[in-house]
């Protein structure tokens, strides 16, 4: 989730920020963005719309797992 990292560092957004947005902990966020755990699509849309949606989905939600060294 090194895009999405990014991108919350480039436009001000904490964690804090998006465990709001979707009404959990801060710890369940730390865990998606360390992708531990996985956003659910109804998350992630929620993220895409209210915070960047000037932004690719897809891009955003690259998951560093997928990258081939």
Do not use: W
Request: aromatic share 8%; hydrophobic share 40%; proline share 1%.
């Amino acid at each position: 989730m090194r895009n999405l990292q990014a991108e919350m560092a480039r436009y001000g957004i904490s964690v804090v920020d998006i465990a709001k947005l979707l009404g959990c902990t801060e710890k369940t966020i730390r865990s998606k963005l360390a992708e531990t755990t996985d956003f659910t699509y109804p998350e992630a849309r929620l993220i895409h719309v209210k915070l960047f949606s000037t932004l690719q989905m897809e891009y955003l939600f690259a998951s560093d797992k997928d990258k081939v060294a």
